[in-house]
């Protein structure tokens, strides 16, 4: 079994001035290629560090990554750690300088810096890794029983070198393929879903199944490992079939990217458009919804009513509503939605009228109440949320959430709510 | 002298589903505490894992700070874990037991299942983080000359806790002062400013000077480390004139956390209102302003007008002006500010037009082209960007915070572009 350590070398990770996204990338690569990854390690450009971590990784991991460290500058010293370690001689290239020099007068067309000539240096027998996107190349060898691989900091060198080097490499050393479905849903709970799901969880090793929190949603994932695809593949229909039936209809989709994106697909298919009359959330359903290349089809534009009277001069809620019931209130939600569908000429027109906080409305209504309208051609449906004190941007997201979701659930012919208890 | 490990535990962090991002916050804040971070590490959710990595980051760090795995299911093992190796008990704590039943009881208004009855057990005579956004507290400890801080996964529960709780319980551990200013600017890239201060920034060490890309704007910080706040104060101001001084205009703000919050305060003094109008960047605008609490003193609203049939009906743009020019032209920017100013009432207002791709508009006009108006009280305003084929959310990002920027010149008096080369 192939199980992999990700090691980064670079201080810039440490102070925080950049995320690990390097580790993140070749974990998803690996996790596609079946090699486990159980350690990421971060280190600084410190030779002293870098060898405590390589003595640390060589002894629990048999493919060993290390990632940056690889240019030509004093602080790159990854090789000759590397090297002083696993006991390879550090030797210079000199083909791979001349293809260094050739580069430098060919294409950048300026004389090559003298440092530069340290990234021909490699470990003696190494496979090379050229550099598809910059100079410094990146290696493999087997040594001591841990296939070592160097691949360069630069995250878009890292990801080219990966794609055409690396996962080639690792593949040949593994007969096992990886897949994965991505169960999405909203309106339920990390911790409803484990008390449905437990027993199941605990106890499935191959396909495995887990969940991940997502932004005011809920993703399982499960995982099959297999000889071929097609095996991967028939283990995990029956799993997702199964998972579907517990859960019902809080699942919008499987391997959907977010609510918006189901709404879209839906709306595209049943050739309906949509506009959104926001007060609360501010333009967030918008701005989620246009940032879905080509939804223009589907989504024809909104109003964002924050103050009252925008809600009155724009979207024609009638001033005698906005006095008797508020701002915040089931009639001026279906209003909003009218409203919008109305000027926008628009056939579903979704609305959010509530209170974000800090602090409760003038009328007195409390953080988190908040009302949803959807005015469709079978009528207007509204539904109330009491979300409590949550933090601003979380009461936000939740509520465009749950207004992307009745979209979802009226297009699909599905009660409005979610039928189990949260 | 404190040096740090961050310990991640999480198996969506080794599969790639998400970046470490927690370890790349906490470690920009205690590289601004002083505090020194030599590791990173990342095990799942495994015990035998987790306890090697407890083993071997307690021999070369004296603050251990770890992430992830307080949560109410089985795979968060984290204080177990953690206790085990450090020779502590985990005790069940009653009243942090009733807190939690009464968040469930009067805030979510359900049950509380009974497995989260697990995120009360803490290790015995702790000090108790608790968690200002989500239901797990954390805590910290000190055994055998280790500092043991443990913080929740979910990011904004992360950086909460961080903030109210570990950072003045690391300040507490040291005698000095570390004091910032973050000098704000749009209109300027990195490699300009690096030209601009790069001797500067190299030489100086204290107060030190390093510069942050933030999405589609700059940031640099100044920072002071000295016996006390004051010493630190007097050492920063200097530093902070002598940047400003090099930058000009394209500075913002210092110590302000975005364009939007820039633009509240001055839309604020000046007793004037916003209303926006926005095409390609789809409410982004609309949702940014709105992401601030208490903007609505001077936020009106907007219109998202994605269908050129939602700029003639709702916001009023001439049809013969669409037809002649298109939507994505000068004359249209500027009658969609008009337009939203007319509807809305508001004394100011920012449109947006433009192609944000990923393909050519159906004029041929090239993605990156931009148009934003500016209606106000003193006439209209209009400037173009050539963003070039950029991605969409960064012309989107570039487009928003173009249109801001705007606001916050006209409000300060000063042209409306940049005087200098970008």
Known sequence: ML?????????????????????????????GLGVNVFWHTVVGDNPGRLEEALDIARKRANVLITVGGLGPTYDDLTKEVVCRAFGRRLTFRGDIAEELRGLYETVFRVPMPENNLRQAELPEGCTVFDNPVGTAPGCAFYEDGVHVLMLPGPPEECEAMLHRHAEPYLRSLSD??????????FGIGESAVDQLLRDKMSQMKNPSLATYAKPAEM????????????????????????????????????????????????????????????????????????ELPGVSAVYRGGVVAYWTSVKADVLGVPWALLDEFGAVS????RAMAE??????????????????????????????????????????????????RRKRERIRALAANTGLDMVRRFLTGLPLEPTREK
């Open 3 to 31: 199980s992999a350590e990700i090691l980064a070398v670079g201080t810039e990770l440490l102070l925080g001035s950049i995320a690990n996204t390097n580790a993140q990338m070749i974990s998803q690569s690996l996790s």
């Open 176 to 185: 096992e393929v990886l897949l994965s479905r991505d169960i999405l849903c």
């Open 219 to 290: 993703c399982l994932r499960v995982t099959a490992k297999a000889k071929t695809c097609d095996e991967a593949e028939a283990m995990l229909a029956p799993v997702v079939d199964e998972v579907k039936k517990a859960l019902g209809d809080v699942i919008y989709g499987v391997d959907v990217s977010s609510l918006e994106e189901a709404c879209k697909k839906l709306l595209q298919e049943q050739k309906l458009s949509l506009a959104t009359a926001e007060s609360c959330t501010g333009g967030l359903l918008a701005q989620r919804m246009t």
């Open 330 to 333: 089931e009639p001026v939600a």
């Open 339 to 388: 409203g919008v569908c109305a000027v926008t000429g628009a056939e579903l027109g979704i609305s959010v009228t509530g209170v974000a906080g800090p602090d409760a409305d003038e009328r007195g209504n409390p953080v988190g109440l908040v009302y949803l309208g959807l005015c469709t051609p079978k009528g207007t449906f509204c539904r109330k949320l009491t979300l409590g």
